[in-house]
Nanobody, 121 residues
Framework: QVQVVESGGGLVQPGGSLILSCTVS????????MNWYRQAPGKERELVAR????????DYADFVKGRFTISRDNAQNTVYLQMNSLKSEDTAVYYC??????????????WGQGTQVTVSS
């Protein structure tokens, strides 16, 4: 069984910073990618940042380039999202997504429960 647990959301003023973290644990053989998505009210879930090849390859959505940084601690199976210069439009539930090979089942796509980020003065 695989568990994905996020933390770090909260309320922040515009221009502020937050860091999200996500740890995956359980019956893991290998991790292909660790990613962050977000979903704002009334909108579809969208990719924010992707980390592949143990963090050597990262990609960002245009709307966060230069403001957000994704990083990994491979020893701890943890991915972080450092969010700077936050804007009101960054308000959303942020989800961690992990693409991995499990030792216990055929599923490869795992999601966390989501953490709320609210940017407001």
């Amino acid at each position: 069984q695989v568990q994905v647990v996020e933390s770090g959301g909260g309320l922040v003023q515009p221009g502020g910073s937050l860091i999200l973290s996500c740890t995956v644990s359980g019956s893991i053989f290998s991790i292909n990618s660790m990613n962050w998505y977000r979903q704002a009210p009334g909108k579809e879930r969208e990719l924010v940042a992707r980390s592949r090849k143990r963090g050597e390859q990262v990609d960002y959505a245009d709307f966060v380039k230069g403001r957000f940084t994704i990083s990994r601690d491979n020893a701890q199976n943890t991915v972080y999202l450092q969010m700077n210069s936050l804007k009101s439009e960054d308000t959303a539930v942020y989800y961690c997504n992990v693409d991995l090979v499990s030792l216990s089942d055929s599923n490869t796509d795992y999601w966390g429960q989501g953490t709320q980020v609210t940017v407001s003065s």
